[in-house]
């Protein structure tokens, strides 16, 4: 009885390691890419490894960075949401790689930006959050831009 256990279990084993692994993408059309490893890259140039699966991307780039979203023709595209690991994170559109559209940007005190972006940028006057709860108006100027560096 214990022989007939311990081949079952490692059958079992066997079966859970193989469907871990997954195969890498082939093919130049990622629209077709399911249940395969690969890799997308980001408008500034960022790859990020990791897997696709039912239309949906994630993965981690070098610096830690984490996107889990829709993609198109091997960049971010669609709704996504990209994680730094200094605890940055970015919730909403994203285009050719970049975050395009309505977003919500959290950092890790708690501040909060929530509006519109363009080319990775608030695009206009908008509405932010301190840490402590009060509500400013967050101009869209390069240097207001708590995105940065985030993808």
Request: hydrophobic share 30%; aromatic share 8%.
């Amino acid at each position: 009885m214990p022989r007939v256990l311990f081949l079952s279990l490692m059958l079992l084993l066997a079966n859970v390691v193989s469907a871990a692994a997954l195969p890498p993408c082939r093919g130049g059309d990622e629209s077709k890419w399911q249940d395969c490893e690969g890799t997308l890259t980001s408008a500034s140039g960022k790859e990020y490894v990791g897997v696709f699966k039912d239309g949906i991307f994630e993965g981690e780039n070098a610096e830690g960075t984490q996107y889990v979203g829709e993609f198109k023709d091997g960049t971010m595209n669609g709704q996504a949401t990209a994680t730094n690991a200094d605890g940055r994170k970015y919730v909403g559109e994203h285009r050719d790689g970049g975050f395009h559209g309505q977003g919500t940007v959290t950092v890790a005190d708690g501040s909060k930006y929530v509006g519109e972006f363009r080319d990775s940028l608030p695009n206009a006057s908008s509405s932010g959050t301190a840490p402590n709860g009060q509500i400013n108006t967050i101009k869209a100027t390069p240097e207001a831009a708590i995105t940065k560096n985030i993808g």
